[in-house]
């Protein structure tokens, strides 16, 4: 118990710092390449940050473990929207803000995606076939979201040419060694501190006794998101909000579209309907209310924020007492 609390200590330090790397970096690319800073976050940074979720989901599915496998890719969807967004609006000095055209096709996409994955467990699993089809909506997803790119960005040109001039300036004075070396360093130093958070937040819900659905709802959820988590409050402390509300949007879409979809092909994954019916219905409820949020003026504020963490709370003590108890209670 006592080294499992040390590595969680250890696991946060680490994180604390690197995801301050891993977001310059992110911000460097974004400029380099002068393309919206929430775009990277859709794409790239959510990529990066969803690969726990896919080695831990792809792993529990193929050792047999199909509730974890499944609970960890939907629990991290809670867990990104509530409270990695909500920590970061607490935290943040002034409110998150987002790219209005932007975030209006990826909060469709999100929804959309949530709704489509419980559908497909109605039946109390998840097969090969529809494994296949959550993989497909992320391609089909990625095309509307270029195309919708280059829509904007043909029409901001044409509105506002003279003011890309700053940007492209700016990009020639960033070195692409300090760029790759900060991503890189700040993406390893995450998944690391990832992986020893998990490490022991597993061994501290087993000396409690927790049952497997728990821990995939919850402590591997949250120890597999860490780093949406630590890359969200570190972008609002850094008042780069776009790269962090990207990086949990895209988050959440890769989380029911690759992890679970990929996790379903490597094996089927089946659950309780008790359990589907609760995790499913939660992600939507609460991926909606910030959503929602965030449409009243494309941004967070700290008032939201506490929202958002109370929601993660109620979900949390729901799942411990009622849907799935520990042997102890």
């Known amino acids: 118990m006592v080294t499992d609390i040390l590595l969680v200590a250890g696991a946060v330090l680490i994180l604390w710092k690197t995801a301050d790397w891993f977001v310059e970096g992110a911000v460097g690319v974004a400029v380099l390449l002068n393309l919206p800073k929430m775009l990277i976050g859709l794409v790239l940074v959510s990529a990066a940050t969803t690969a726990p979720e896919l080695f831990t989901s792809l792993n529990a599915a193929l050792h047999g473990y199909p509730e974890l496998a499944l609970g960890n890719a939907i629990g991290s969807v809670i867990v990104d929207a509530s409270l990695a967004m909500g920590l970061a609006a607490l935290l943040a000095?002034?409110?998150?803000?987002?790219?209005p055209a932007i975030f209006k096709i990826s909060a469709r996409a999100v929804v959309l995606v949530l709704c489509i994955g419980f559908v497909l467990v109605m039946n109390g699993s998840?097969?090969?076939?529809?494994?296949?089809?959550?993989l497909g909506c992320y391609t089909v997803y990625i095309m509307f979201l270029y195309r919708h790119y280059r829509q904007i960005h043909r029409q901001r040109k044409e509105d506002t040419l003279p003011a890309l001039a700053p940007e492209v300036t700016k990009a020639g004075q960033i070195p692409l060694s300090r760029i790759a070396m900060l991503f890189g360093i700040g993406l390893t130093g995450v998944l690391l501190g990832s992986e020893l958070l998990v490490r022991g937040a597993t061994g501290i819900a087993e000396t409690l006794q927790l049952s497997p659905v728990v821990i995939g709802l919850t402590i591997t959820a949250a120890g597999t998101s860490m780093p949406e988590i630590a890359t969200c409050v570190a972008a609002a402390m850094k008042r780069e909000s776009d790269i962090g509300i990207g990086n949990i949007i895209g988050a959440d879409i890769l989380n029911v579209c690759w992890v679970a979809g990929a996790s379903a092909i490597a094996n089927p994954l089946t659950a309780e309907k008790s359990v589907l019916f609760f995790m499913f219905p939660?992600?939507?409820i609460i991926v909606g209310a910030m959503i929602l949020m965030l449409r009243r003026g494309h941004s967070l504020n700290r008032w939201n924020g506490a929202v958002l963490v109370t929601l993660y709370c109620l979900y949390a003590l729901c799942l411990f007492f009622f849907i799935s108890p520990p042997s102890f209670l």
Do not use: Q
């Open 126 to 134: 998840l097969d090969r076939t529809e494994g296949f089809i959550l």
């Open 282 to 284: 939660s992600a939507i």
């Open 93 to 99: 000095t002034t409110p998150l803000v987002v790219d």
